[in-house]
């Protein structure tokens, strides 16, 4: 099935509704919305791209990323897109590997793109290349794309070594689009899907849902994440709905907190792609209300693994912080997604029982059809039908899943496994902490030590020995950092994850 339908369908449907906004500002209602991507399609086919071709999008959030991507599944072709924050010479890696026939880019990235990636060409959105491109043509015939076929060629965020290719396939989005509906939020026409994250990743993917039920699509005018502008839409345009990351939800307390303001306006917020932190997810509650569901997915699983439902957050948090049980359950990913199967893997490939540490495990018709151009990387990780995340976590008797950190982050110190995350969280919890990010140590005596990366928060004094008394409240002696190193911010990539590869080498 070709991911264009729906729009095509919406166009059909509900042409006068409104689909586009730029801000507050409404730009395109459905019909026009396929009629710019049926115009850049044809476009794109004048220019030589066609059915299994690469198109690729190397540019910050904005109205016609959405019509360039539908232009492309419309003649057949897959999107690649590129995180904007990444590096001109980074970008051109991705389109030299994943060999992508044309790239949509923008003023600020094309010169330099085009002098480091010259086998592809570049096309700037902000300049007449493009505008010819997309000079209201007549939309060429909807291509009958297979359900295994390529659709989105997404490039994993390479905290080590390259990037890999994940064939996500037109089958895969289905899935996800059907698991949001059932285990995420009940989307409807009258909601504003917001993308505030990169379009090139998550938040780009459920474009999707809102296709599907007639929402609108709304980039704000800053192109990205900004706490006071999200405020400012929600009072404008109501029933906001957007995915964020953890670092993004903290933003979101902090302002909300500072401004009195407590949610009015947004229906959802979908958090995921990072560890969010018990004391995090408890102020968020008490601040916005029911408003959050959490999804836990890979690139290699796009957003479909485990949720944990907006009940399930109203029940932990009724359930009070001497709620143990509760408490366990709001720190942990949610349940498996209706689409999918979850296991907890040992050493030999066999799933564990409930309560027992191991390796996270997914199979069912989200997992991708594997990593472009690397059968080696593919098959090691996918085995017996199961793709292995490479997280490390356990279930409970209720099918909850807690996540503990990635395999290779697991601390091994005097033969006991060690966790970084319920570390962190026991530092996270000191108001005097802003950030905190903990690795191992190759230690002669113990073979690891626990060494933790602290960024204080503006003007707080705090000092070791008072971190020292802190984690002693609340995790085993054994457990606490041997070190700390204070650091002004914590190395992120350009999806905003820690780069602990970084900490270990100032560590």
């Known amino acids: 099935m070709n991911p264009a339908v729906w729009l095509e369908r919406a166009a059909r449907q509900w042409p006068d509704r409104p689909a586009a906004f730029r801000g507050a500002e409404q730009v395109m209602d459905y019909r026009g919305l396929a009629r710019r991507a049926g115009s850049l399609a044809a476009g794109l086919s004048e220019a030589g791209v066609g059915p299994g071709d690469r198109v690729a999008l190397f540019l910050a959030n904005r109205i016609d990323y959405l019509v360039a991507m539908q232009a492309s599944w419309r003649i057949g072709a897959a999107v690649v897109p590129v995180n904007a924050k990444l590096h001109e010479k980074e970008a051109a890696y991705i389109l030299d590997h994943s060999g992508a026939t044309l790239c949509f880019s923008d003023r600020e990235h094309t010169g330099d793109l085009a002098a480091a990636a010259p086998r592809t060409r570049i096309v700037d959105m902000d300049g007449p290349a493009f505008d010819a491109m997309i000079d209201d043509q ?87 994440f900004d706490a006071a502008e999200i405020f400012e839409l929600a009072a404008k345009l109501g029933r906001l709905s957007f995915f964020a990351a953890p670092t993004m939800v903290r933003r979101l307390i902090a302002a909300a907190q500072a401004g009195g303001y407590h949610g009015a306006g947004i229906q959802t917020i979908v958090y995921g792609g990072g560890p969010m932190y018990l004391a995090d997810i408890r102020a968020a509650m008490e601040q916005f209300g029911p408003r959050f569901v959490q999804i836990y997915g890979q690139g290699e699983s796009p957003m479909t693994i485990t949720a944990l439902t907006r009940a399930a957050h109203v029940e932990a948090m009724d359930g009070g912080p001497g709620d143990e049980v509760q408490s366990r359950r709001l720190a942990s990913v949610g349940v498996a997604q209706a689409g999918c199967e979850v296991a907890v893997l040992g050493p030999d490939d066999v799933p564990l029982p409930d ?142 994850k820690v780069l602990k590869t970084e900490l270990r080498k100032l560590g």
């Open 138 to 224: 007549p939309a060429p015939p909807l291509h009958a794309t297979g359900r295994d076929d390529l659709a989105w060629l997404f490039y994993t965020s390479g905290t080590t070594g390259r990037p890999k290719g994940v064939m996500i396939t037109p089958a895969n989005i289905e899935a996800m689009v059907m698991s949001y509906f059932a285990d995420v939020d009940a989307a409807s026409g009258a909601d504003a899907k917001v993308y505030a994250a990169p379009m090139s990743h998550g938040a780009g993917l459920y474009q999707f849902i809102y296709m599907v039920c007639g929402g609108r699509h709304v980039v704000p005018a800053s192109g990205g």
């Open 355 to 496: 309560g027992e540490i191991g390796e996270v495990a997914v199979r069912g018709p989200s997992v991708m059809k594997g990593y472009w151009r690397d059968d080696a990387a593919t098959g090691a990780a996918i085995r017996d039908g199961w793709l292995h995340t490479g997280d490390v976590g356990a279930l409970d008797d209720l099918g909850f899943l807690t996540l503990h950190d990635r395999s290779k982050d697991v601390i091994i110190s005097g033969g006991t496994n060690i966790y970084p995350r319920e570390v962190e969280e026991a530092l996270l919890t000191h108001p005097g902490v802003a950030q905190a990010s903990v690795i191992g140590r190759a230690d002669p005596e113990w073979g690891e030590a626990v060494v933790a990366f602290v960024v204080r928060e503006p003007g707080a004094e705090v000092d070791e020995a008072a971190l020292d008394r802190h984690c002693l409240g609340s995790i085993a002696r054994f457990k606490r950092p041997k070190a700390y190193v204070w650091l002004d911010d914590l190395p992120k990539n350009a999806y905003g």
